[in-house]
């Protein structure tokens, strides 16, 4: 089990950047993927980008190829989501999540980000 801690969400213009982090705690989890998701008003939770902790392998969705980085930093228990170009269909709660075999079974408890435009 992990504990996952979310920030750095906010208001921006579209245009604009924003990084998230998520702190973790808990065993192990070197052995974790980690993923950031997000779930806008009135749809479905989508998958937005994840991370192999110990190889640093990364997937992304097709709507934030090119735009959204991520990464991870060991020496401080950190996933960074590195957002630029942000644009109003961005607007939505992100979550970071974690998982050691298919399903992500740990779950962050959100953070906002607003896109204005």
């Known amino acids: 089990q992990v504990h996952l801690v979310e920030s750095g969400g906010g208001l921006v213009q579209a245009g604009g950047s924003l990084r998230l982090s998520c702190a973790v705690s808990?065993?192990?989890?070197?052995?974790?993927?980690m993923g950031w998701f997000r779930q806008a008003p009135g749809k479905e939770r989508e998958f937005v980008a994840s991370i192999r902790w110990s190889e640093g392998s990364t997937s992304y969705a097709d709507s934030v190829k090119g735009r959204f980085t991520i990464s991870r930093e060991n020496a401080k228990n950190t996933v960074y989501l590195q957002m630029n170009s942000l644009k109003p269909e961005d607007t939505a709660v992100y979550y970071c999540?974690?998982?050691?075999?298919?399903?992500?079974?740990?779950w962050g408890q959100g953070t906002q980000v607003t896109v204005s435009s």
């Open positions: 808990g065993r192990t989890f070197s052995r974790y993927v």
């Open positions: 999540a974690a998982r050691s075999s298919v399903i992500y079974d740990n």
